[in-house]
């Protein structure tokens, strides 16, 4: 059920010609979309655009914490950008090797399920369970039992350094391996379905045939697999990125984080819940939703399909 | 080597399906420990915390808050996301492109983003936070995926099956009643399912915007600092088993139907 919404990105690009045939000018469309596109704009549009004030607001002068008037104070930007840019770096290296490693854990399932266990349904169905099987149960416990299995005092840890595997004083969470670890873990069902909604329609005559003019598999598999799976690998990318970028669950302290592995997240979070720091929350969030599209934008044009929308 | 090549590639599968088991069995495991005050150490297997489930405080509260939550933001996604999913297949429209970006963007925006943006002009507009806006934040980022979802449903639809309605003096409620709507319906269940998986698990967008309001997910996050009570993972397992069985049902249902097919 939870992959429905995956495999658009490749789906509703290409929609059947059939279809648009049939399109025809009425009134009623715009009765069907009136209320939706005014709630999005309403509580997404102008959202956007109070971050964006606040984020130029300065101090009542002589005001309680947490009180912000209306004025153009750019510097907010260039505080939180100074303040903050271990911060920023930081989620983009993590998001950027929590992508790397779920593709490549992600890719073989996916290619088992689409293209090996293609002839046997049931086995495929179970195979896909298991994938989304992450997303019945609640994201906090099963970071916290990914805690709990590194804890220090674990059983993991205490055997491995039994085994004088790892030193006695070795510790696994609170480091940013941990928190990487986490956000592998965490996306990769997002990494894996698009992947194989992409695979699950390559045609196989197509390996065939390179097999038959004597590619060796592995150019086979470059040349003709890869290639036809990108629609996949491009939205299991960006599903994994652009959540993983502003993730705060993993890097919290009470999870696999520590003070010193915070992300944008974290401090967007203790600016706005905790600090009061309403405009500092809000220029950090516009500058991560920035770098966001730059970053995507780029990526898509680079990897050549506009099948995104 | 080709055949140990093969060979590699599902034991490759077996051991990443195991890993991605390992937290759901530490926590289905872990609601039948016998933990007392931290559920941290393994003390011994017992089917206590099942039955006095609702005796940690606030966790049934907190429950209650997030069925209803994604209950009413279901309902409202489904709903709007629908509509908007006819109109972007069956009609053309100006601005088409425009409200494709504006229901793509909220999928690409990160949740603090969103989150954060809602808790502003909440903030600006002087509204009280609670399940209310939680609500009403649910909703927002569900529509998209609903969309998305229904719409892949209606852009299958074979339209001279309308037409045909249309042929036979049926008026357009009737066409779309008797004819559109039915065909839809796998769509829609779809659609409504996800949106209360998404709203059911969401921390980030409901913590900016919740206020003192409970969900179970903010729950565990502020029980986390402290130790998590044996019951949370058995509300968590019964969840777990609840969705696994739908899922199963659906999808084994769906591919002996399809190997049925291909018999035949």
């Not at chain 1, 929609?15 to 025809?24: D, E, H, I, W």
């Not at chain 1, 992600?106 to 298991?130: D, N, S, T």
């Amino acid at each position: 059920m939870a992959f429905g919404a995956f495999q658009s990105n490749a789906s509703t690009a290409a929609q059947p010609s059939g279809a648009l045939v049939t399109q025809r000018k009425s009134p009623i469309a715009l009765l069907l979309l009136l209320p939706g596109v005014l709630y999005l704009i309403l509580f997404f549009l102008t959202p956007l655009l109070s971050l964006v004030l606040t984020s130029f607001q300065a101090p009542v002068p002589g005001g309680f914490a947490g009180d912000y008037e209306t004025a153009f104070q750019w510097q907010n930007y260039t505080v939180v950008l100074e303040t903050y840019w271990p911060h920023i770096s930081r989620s983009f290296v993590y998001a950027l090797l929590a992508t790397v490693f779920a593709l490549m854990i992600g890719y073989p399932i996916a290619y088992v399920i689409g293209v090996k266990l293609r002839e046997y349904p049931l086995w495929q169905a179970l195979a896909l369970v298991l994938v989304i099987a992450p997303f019945f149960i609640s994201f906090l416990l099963r970071t916290i039992a990914w805690k709990q299995i590194f804890a220090d005092e674990g059983i993991l840890m205490s055997a491995l350094k039994g085994l004088q595997v790892i030193p006695p004083d070795a510790y696994f969470t609170g480091t940013p391996a941990a928190v990487i670890f986490g956000l592998t873990y965490n996306f990769i069902p997002f990494m894996t379905l698009p992947i194989y909604t992409s695979l699950e329609k390559l045609d196989l005559r197509y390996l065939e045939a390179g097999g038959d003019l004597y590619a060796h598999p592995a150019t086979v598999f470059w040349k003709i697999t890869i290639p036809l799976s990108l629609p996949g690998i491009l939205s299991g990318t960006l599903l994994t990125f652009i959540p993983a970028a502003g993730d705060y669950i993993n890097a919290s302290r009470d999870f696999l984080g520590s003070t010193d592995t915070q992300m944008i997240g974290n401090v967007i979070e203790a600016n706005f819940l905790i600090l009061q720091n309403f405009p500092a929350a809000a220029a950090l969030s516009l500058l991560l939703m920035a770098a966001i599209l730059v970053l995507v934008t780029a990526y898509v044009k680079r990897s050549g399909t506009d099948e995104l929308l | 080597m080709r055949g140990f090549g093969k060979y590699a590639l599902y034991v490759y599968a077996v051991i990443t399906f195991s890993f991605l088991l390992i937290p759901i069995a530490y926590t289905v495991g872990f609601s039948f420990n016998d933990a007392r005050r931290t559920n941290i150490i393994w003390r011994g297997f017992t089917f206590e915390n099942w039955v006095t489930v609702c005796d940690a405080p606030n966790v049934c509260e907190a429950l209650g808050n997030s069925i209803l939550v994604a209950v009413v933001a279901t309902a409202l996604a489904t709903t709007l996301g629908t509509m908007i999913a006819i109109a972007l297949v069956r009609y053309r429209f100006r601005f088409r492109s425009a409200t494709t970006l504006l229901l793509f963007l909220p999928m690409a925006t990160p949740e603090v983003v969103l989150g954060a943006g809602l808790a502003a002009q909440f903030l600006t507009a002087g509204v009280e936070k609670g399940l209310v806006t939680v609500i009403l934040a649910h909703t927002m980022f569900c529509v998209s995926f609903v969309v998305v979802t229904v719409r892949a449903r209606v852009a299958t639809l074979d339209p001279a099956l309308e037409e045909a309605g249309r042929d036979l003096y049926a008026s357009p409620a009737q066409v779309f009643w008797r004819i559109t709507f039915p065909l839809l319906i796998p769509g829609i269940v779809a659609a409504a399912l996800l949106s209360f998986a998404l709203s059911f698990d969401d921390f980030i967008i409901t913590n900016f915007n919740a206020g003192a309001a409970m969900t179970f997910p903010r729950y565990i996050y502020t029980a986390a600092a402290r130790g998590i009570p044996a019951q949370a993972n058995v509300i968590a397992s019964a969840v777990f088993f609840f969705a696994i069985a739908l899922v199963l049902m659906s999808q084994v249902g769906g591919a002996l139907r399809r190997r049925k097919l291909a018999r035949t």
